[in-house]
T-cell receptor
Framework: KAGVTQTPRYLIKTRGQQVTLSCSPISGHRSVSWYQQTPGQGLQFLFEYFSETQRNKGNFPGRFSGRQFSNSRSEMNVSTLELGDSALYLC???????????FGPGTRLTVT | AQTVTQSQPEMSVQEAETVTLSCTYDTSESDYYLFWYKQPPSRQMILVIRQEAYKQQNATENRFSVNFQKAAKSFSLKISDSQLGDAAMYFCAYAWEGGSEKLVFGKGTKLTVNP
């Protein structure tokens, strides 16, 4: 079974721009979560989607948004990029009725 | 709010020896899940082991085992017969079915394996 995939793997954007990251979960997984990883703050939960609905949201500003499609694929959008948004963005999916998560390789976003 | 604390920012072990990584957590819930994840330099997070809080038996996965002390809210990871490929960041994580965050992570422990 293929793992979680994320595209693109690397991205360089300029402050003020917006960016969209994509995540395809493991087949059969309907829950998709997003995390931001930085050296200073560690791993922080952004949001979780299940059956196209946002189920949980972390403590991030409204510039961070997401959505999930009927095939469980998810996208994350960050508008008006700031230098502090530079991070590794990890997507993870969960099997039905299970709490463990399986992670993708991440998207490394650099904001200049 | 639930918190996870890893008090050892860095640890080192000799190849073939045993090392234990510490993790404590804070929660008022009785049913929850605990995990150890490994993140090698490739940055891919890999699930190492999971523990359900209602199970008294400690989880094991090959060379990896945990010491789960529910009353003490402690969840340590023991790696036996350490291998060079075990070198990575190790994250302890907590999950609760009714939680607002899917997974709450500790800050991580960087494990170095010396040949």
């Amino acid at each position: 079974k293929a793992g979680v995939t994320q595209t693109p793997r690397y991205l360089i954007k300029t402050r003020g721009q917006q960016v969209t990251l994509s995540c395809s979960p493991i087949s059969g997984h309907r829950s998709v979560s997003w995390y931001q990883q930085t050296p200073g703050q560690g791993l922080q939960f952004l949001f979780e989607y299940f059956s196209e609905t946002q189920r949980n949201k972390g403590n991030f500003p409204g510039r961070f948004s997401g959505r999930q499609f009927s095939n469980s694929r998810s996208e994350m959008n960050v508008s008006t990029l700031e230098l502090g948004d530079s991070a590794l963005y990890l997507c993870a999916s969960s099997p039905p009725n299970r709490e463990e998560q399986y992670f993708g390789p991440g998207t490394r976003l650099t904001v200049t | 709010a639930q918190t996870v604390t890893q008090s050892q920012p860095e640890m080192s072990v000799q190849e073939a020896e045993t090392v234990t990584l510490s993790c404590t957590y804070d929660t008022s819930e009785s049913d929850y899940y605990l995990f150890w994840y490994k993140q090698p330099p490739s940055r891919q997070m890999i699930l190492v082991i999971r523990q359900e809080a209602y199970k008294q038996q400690n989880a094991t996965e090959n060379r990896f085992s945990v010491n789960f002390q529910k009353a003490a809210k402690s969840f340590s990871l023991k790696i036996s017969d350490s291998q060079l490929g075990d070198a990575a960041m190790y994250f302890c994580a907590y999950a609760w079915e009714g939680g607002s965050e899917k997974l709450v992570f500790g800050k991580g422990t960087k494990l170095t394996v010396n040949p």
